[in-house]
Protein backbone atom coordinates (compact mmCIF):
# COMPACT_ATOMS: atom_id res chain seq x y z
CA UNK A 1 0.00 0.00 0.00
CA UNK A 2 1.31 3.67 -0.80
CA UNK A 3 1.69 5.56 2.57
CA UNK A 4 0.53 9.08 2.49
CA UNK A 5 3.99 10.02 3.24
CA UNK A 6 5.03 8.90 -0.59
CA UNK A 7 1.73 9.68 -2.31
CA UNK A 8 3.00 10.02 -6.63
CA UNK A 9 1.96 12.66 -8.47
CA UNK A 10 0.29 12.40 -11.07
CA UNK A 11 -0.03 14.73 -14.22
CA UNK A 12 -2.97 13.56 -16.74
CA UNK A 13 -2.42 15.07 -19.80
CA UNK A 14 -5.94 16.42 -22.04
CA UNK A 15 -6.61 15.51 -25.23
CA UNK A 16 -8.77 18.78 -25.17
CA UNK A 17 -9.88 19.55 -21.28
CA UNK A 18 -9.35 18.57 -17.67
CA UNK A 19 -12.68 18.01 -17.76
CA UNK A 20 -12.30 14.55 -19.46
CA UNK A 21 -10.49 13.21 -17.13
CA UNK A 22 -13.86 14.06 -14.48
CA UNK A 23 -15.16 10.37 -13.97
CA UNK A 24 -11.66 8.96 -13.04
CA UNK A 25 -9.73 11.80 -11.27
CA UNK A 26 -11.47 11.52 -7.88
CA UNK A 27 -10.57 7.75 -7.89
CA UNK A 28 -6.88 8.48 -8.50
CA UNK A 29 -7.33 11.65 -5.63
CA UNK A 30 -7.84 8.78 -3.30
CA UNK A 31 -4.16 7.50 -3.35
CA UNK A 32 -2.21 10.44 -5.71
CA UNK A 33 -1.79 13.96 -5.78
CA UNK A 34 -3.14 14.63 -8.83
CA UNK A 35 -3.31 17.49 -11.28
CA UNK A 36 -4.40 18.45 -14.44
CA UNK A 37 -5.22 21.26 -16.66
CA UNK A 38 -7.14 22.88 -20.31
CA UNK A 39 -5.03 22.82 -23.58
CA UNK A 40 -4.12 26.28 -24.45
CA UNK A 41 -6.93 27.90 -26.17
CA UNK A 42 -9.74 26.25 -24.11
CA UNK A 43 -11.44 27.36 -21.16
CA UNK A 44 -9.86 30.63 -19.61
CA UNK A 45 -5.95 29.23 -21.17
CA UNK A 46 -4.78 32.07 -22.89
CA UNK A 47 -2.94 31.37 -26.40
CA UNK A 48 -4.82 30.66 -29.49
CA UNK A 49 -1.88 30.28 -31.89
CA UNK A 50 -0.14 27.02 -32.77
CA UNK A 51 -2.68 24.59 -31.28
CA UNK A 52 -1.17 21.50 -31.42
CA UNK A 53 0.18 18.76 -29.41
CA UNK A 54 3.49 20.87 -29.06
CA UNK A 55 1.26 23.68 -27.71
CA UNK A 56 -0.06 21.07 -24.54
CA UNK A 57 2.86 19.61 -24.31
CA UNK A 58 4.42 22.69 -23.33
CA UNK A 59 1.46 23.71 -21.12
CA UNK A 60 1.96 20.30 -18.96
CA UNK A 61 5.36 21.51 -18.62
CA UNK A 62 4.51 24.72 -17.21
CA UNK A 63 2.02 22.96 -14.86
CA UNK A 64 4.51 20.59 -13.22
CA UNK A 65 6.59 23.92 -12.46
CA UNK A 66 4.16 25.89 -11.26
CA UNK A 67 3.41 23.22 -9.00
CA UNK A 68 7.19 23.25 -8.15
CA UNK A 69 7.34 19.07 -8.40
CA UNK A 70 10.80 17.53 -9.57
CA UNK A 71 9.08 14.37 -10.58
CA UNK A 72 5.87 13.05 -11.26
CA UNK A 73 3.84 10.11 -13.52
CA UNK A 74 2.33 11.93 -16.63
CA UNK A 75 -0.67 9.94 -18.29
CA UNK A 76 -2.23 9.81 -21.09
CA UNK A 77 -5.34 8.94 -23.27
CA UNK A 78 -6.03 9.03 -27.09
CA UNK A 79 -4.82 11.87 -28.82
CA UNK A 80 -3.48 13.40 -25.86
CA UNK A 81 -0.52 10.81 -26.48
CA UNK A 82 1.34 12.94 -29.03
CA UNK A 83 1.67 15.86 -26.28
CA UNK A 84 2.91 13.35 -23.41
CA UNK A 85 5.45 11.84 -25.21
CA UNK A 86 6.64 15.14 -26.17
CA UNK A 87 6.74 16.48 -22.81
CA UNK A 88 8.50 13.23 -21.31
CA UNK A 89 10.97 13.24 -24.19
CA UNK A 90 11.71 16.95 -23.17
CA UNK A 91 12.08 16.45 -19.71
CA UNK A 92 12.63 13.16 -19.02
CA UNK A 93 14.70 13.62 -15.70
CA UNK A 94 10.91 15.00 -14.76
CA UNK A 95 9.15 11.92 -15.38
CA UNK A 96 9.10 8.92 -12.99
CA UNK A 97 6.51 7.01 -15.09
CA UNK A 98 4.77 7.53 -18.59
CA UNK A 99 1.18 5.28 -18.97
CA UNK A 100 -0.12 5.70 -22.03
CA UNK A 101 -3.93 4.64 -22.53
CA UNK A 102 -5.11 3.70 -26.37
CA UNK A 103 -1.43 2.69 -26.97
CA UNK A 104 -0.20 3.41 -29.88
CA UNK A 105 3.13 5.34 -31.84
CA UNK A 106 1.00 6.96 -34.18
CA UNK A 107 -1.86 7.58 -36.54
CA UNK A 108 -2.62 5.86 -39.31
CA UNK A 109 -5.76 5.83 -41.84
CA UNK A 110 -4.73 3.67 -44.66
CA UNK A 111 -2.47 0.79 -45.72
CA UNK A 112 -2.51 -2.39 -44.55
CA UNK A 113 -2.67 -1.88 -40.58
CA UNK A 114 -4.33 1.25 -39.85
CA UNK A 115 -4.10 2.54 -36.55
CA UNK A 116 -7.81 4.38 -36.23
CA UNK A 117 -10.52 3.79 -37.83
CA UNK A 118 -10.50 5.69 -40.78
CA UNK A 119 -14.41 6.93 -41.84
CA UNK A 120 -14.86 8.13 -38.17
CA UNK A 121 -11.70 10.11 -37.76
CA UNK A 122 -12.68 11.72 -40.91
CA UNK A 123 -16.09 12.19 -39.92
CA UNK A 124 -14.62 13.54 -36.90
CA UNK A 125 -12.70 16.55 -38.69
CA UNK A 126 -15.96 17.19 -40.39
CA UNK A 127 -17.97 17.22 -38.08
CA UNK A 128 -16.20 19.52 -36.03
CA UNK A 129 -16.40 22.29 -39.07
CA UNK A 130 -20.04 22.02 -39.98
CA UNK A 131 -21.61 20.98 -36.87
CA UNK A 132 -19.77 21.68 -33.63
CA UNK A 133 -22.75 20.76 -31.32
CA UNK A 134 -23.17 17.50 -33.13
CA UNK A 135 -19.81 16.49 -32.66
CA UNK A 136 -19.55 16.82 -29.21
CA UNK A 137 -22.39 15.07 -28.48
CA UNK A 138 -21.08 12.23 -30.54
CA UNK A 139 -18.32 12.03 -28.50
CA UNK A 140 -21.01 9.62 -26.32
CA UNK A 141 -20.93 7.25 -29.04
CA UNK A 142 -17.40 7.74 -30.11
CA UNK A 143 -16.19 6.46 -26.59
CA UNK A 144 -19.08 3.74 -25.84
CA UNK A 145 -20.55 5.94 -23.10
CA UNK A 146 -17.45 6.71 -21.01
CA UNK A 147 -18.22 11.14 -22.17
CA UNK A 148 -22.04 11.36 -21.12
CA UNK A 149 -24.12 14.13 -21.78
CA UNK A 150 -22.78 15.73 -18.26
CA UNK A 151 -19.46 15.96 -19.78
CA UNK A 152 -20.28 16.72 -23.33
CA UNK A 153 -22.18 19.93 -21.72
CA UNK A 154 -19.04 20.72 -19.72
CA UNK A 155 -16.45 20.60 -22.68
CA UNK A 156 -19.09 22.57 -24.73
CA UNK A 157 -18.68 25.57 -22.48
CA UNK A 158 -14.79 25.22 -22.24
CA UNK A 159 -14.22 24.82 -26.10
CA UNK A 160 -15.07 27.37 -29.25
CA UNK A 161 -15.45 25.92 -32.63
CA UNK A 162 -12.46 27.60 -34.10
CA UNK A 163 -10.45 26.22 -31.55
CA UNK A 164 -11.48 22.84 -32.00
CA UNK A 165 -10.71 22.61 -35.46
CA UNK A 166 -7.18 23.82 -35.13
CA UNK A 167 -7.11 21.24 -32.73
CA UNK A 168 -8.57 18.59 -34.86
CA UNK A 169 -6.95 19.47 -37.53
CA UNK A 170 -3.06 19.08 -35.57
CA UNK A 171 -4.10 16.07 -33.63
CA UNK A 172 -6.42 14.15 -35.32
CA UNK A 173 -4.54 14.52 -38.63
CA UNK A 174 -0.99 14.15 -37.14
CA UNK A 175 1.42 12.04 -39.00
CA UNK A 176 3.91 12.19 -36.20
CA UNK A 177 5.45 9.28 -34.64
CA UNK A 178 6.08 9.39 -30.95
CA UNK A 179 8.63 7.08 -30.70
CA UNK A 180 11.51 8.47 -30.69
CA UNK A 181 10.11 10.84 -27.97
CA UNK A 182 9.35 7.59 -26.03
CA UNK A 183 13.11 6.15 -26.96
CA UNK A 184 14.78 9.92 -25.73
CA UNK A 185 12.43 9.50 -22.33
CA UNK A 186 13.63 5.72 -21.85
CA UNK A 187 11.82 5.32 -18.59
CA UNK A 188 9.18 3.27 -17.25
CA UNK A 189 6.40 2.72 -19.62
CA UNK A 190 2.99 1.67 -19.08
CA UNK A 191 1.35 0.58 -22.90
CA UNK A 192 -2.62 0.17 -22.20
CA UNK A 193 -5.19 -1.35 -24.47
CA UNK A 194 -9.03 -0.88 -24.96
CA UNK A 195 -10.46 -3.89 -25.61
CA UNK A 196 -13.11 -3.86 -28.91
CA UNK A 197 -12.08 -0.47 -29.01
CA UNK A 198 -14.69 1.18 -32.05
CA UNK A 199 -11.69 3.89 -33.18
CA UNK A 200 -8.32 2.63 -32.12
CA UNK A 201 -6.98 -0.45 -34.00
CA UNK A 202 -5.40 -3.19 -32.34
CA UNK A 203 -2.72 -2.90 -35.20
CA UNK A 204 -1.76 0.28 -33.29
CA UNK A 205 -1.36 -1.13 -29.95
CA UNK A 206 0.58 -4.44 -31.23
CA UNK A 207 2.94 -2.07 -32.88
CA UNK A 208 3.59 0.13 -29.63
CA UNK A 209 3.95 -3.19 -27.45
CA UNK A 210 6.84 -5.02 -30.17
CA UNK A 211 9.21 -1.65 -30.48
CA UNK A 212 8.94 -1.42 -26.44
CA UNK A 213 8.81 -4.75 -25.53
CA UNK A 214 10.43 -3.74 -21.44
CA UNK A 215 7.06 -1.87 -21.41
CA UNK A 216 4.23 -3.29 -18.95
CA UNK A 217 1.28 -3.80 -20.50
CA UNK A 218 -2.38 -4.59 -19.87
CA UNK A 219 -6.39 -4.51 -21.21
CA UNK A 220 -8.99 -2.42 -20.00
CA UNK A 221 -12.70 -2.92 -21.14
CA UNK A 222 -13.74 1.03 -20.65
CA UNK A 223 -12.01 4.12 -22.39
CA UNK A 224 -8.74 4.24 -19.85
CA UNK A 225 -9.49 7.76 -18.97
CA UNK A 226 -13.15 6.72 -17.49
CA UNK A 227 -11.79 3.34 -16.28
CA UNK A 228 -12.16 2.47 -12.57
CA UNK A 229 -9.73 -0.64 -13.94
CA UNK A 230 -7.09 1.51 -15.47
CA UNK A 231 -7.13 3.41 -12.26
CA UNK A 232 -5.87 0.32 -10.68
CA UNK A 233 -3.53 -0.72 -12.98
CA UNK A 234 -1.67 2.95 -12.99
CA UNK A 235 -1.97 2.20 -9.26
CA UNK A 236 0.10 -0.99 -9.41
CA UNK A 237 2.32 0.61 -12.11
CA UNK A 238 3.19 3.86 -9.54
CA UNK A 239 3.59 1.09 -6.59
CA UNK A 240 6.22 -0.68 -8.57
CA UNK A 241 7.99 2.33 -10.02
CA UNK A 242 8.45 3.69 -6.51
CA UNK A 243 9.68 0.78 -4.96
CA UNK A 244 12.65 0.64 -7.65
CA UNK A 245 13.49 4.06 -6.90
CA UNK A 246 13.53 3.60 -3.53
CA UNK A 247 15.72 0.90 -3.97
CA UNK A 248 18.17 2.16 -6.12
CA UNK A 249 18.28 5.20 -3.77
CA UNK A 250 19.20 2.89 -0.78
CA UNK A 251 21.83 1.12 -2.97
CA UNK A 252 23.47 4.20 -3.56
Keep these: MIRAVTRPRILLVPE ?11 LLSEWAEVATYDAPGVGTQQGTEGLDAEAI ?5 AEIDRRGWDRCFVVADGYALEPAARLAGTRSNAVQG ?26 IQQM ?9 RALTQLTQGAVD ?3 ADRLMERLDQ ?40 DS ?9 PEAETASVADTPSTSPDFV ?15 RGAANG
Design 57 to 61: AKRGL
Design 232 to 246: KRLRLFCERVADEDE
Design 162 to 201: RVAVEYARALVGSRVSIAPFLKRYGGPLLLVEHEDCLFWT
Design 204 to 212: GYEEATAAF
Design 149 to 151: DEL
Design 98 to 123: LALGHAHLAIRREGPEPTVNAELAGA
Design 128 to 136: VKVDFRSFV
Design 16 to 26: LSEVLWGRIEP
